[in-house]
């Protein structure tokens, strides 16, 4: 397996590569928890909504399938808080 190649699997079962996919909105601060996330844009046109379960050490560790119009307008619900 090539490991600089980043594919993943959707919620749906299917599996996507990334590596080649745009970030159109995304939020990577860390430490990592619910507020991250990132929206792909793939160069095959499909549109990936990557999230945070609440896991501390993963940055991504949900994938779903979206439409376009999904995509380009999504507002994450979440927010980084500083205790």
Request: charged residues 25%.
């Amino acid at each position: 397996m090539d490991k600089s190649r980043y594919i993943v699997t959707t919620t749906d079962g299917q599996q996507v590569e990334l590596t080649q996919a745009v970030i159109l909105k995304s939020n990577n601060l860390y430490p990592f928890g619910q507020h991250n996330y990132a929206i792909y844009e793939t160069p095959e046109g499909k549109f990936i909504k990557a999230m945070n379960s609440g896991e501390r050490e993963i940055m991504l560790t949900q994938y779903e399938m979206i439409d376009e119009t999904s995509a380009r307008s999504y507002n994450h619900p979440y927010f980084r808080t500083d205790d």
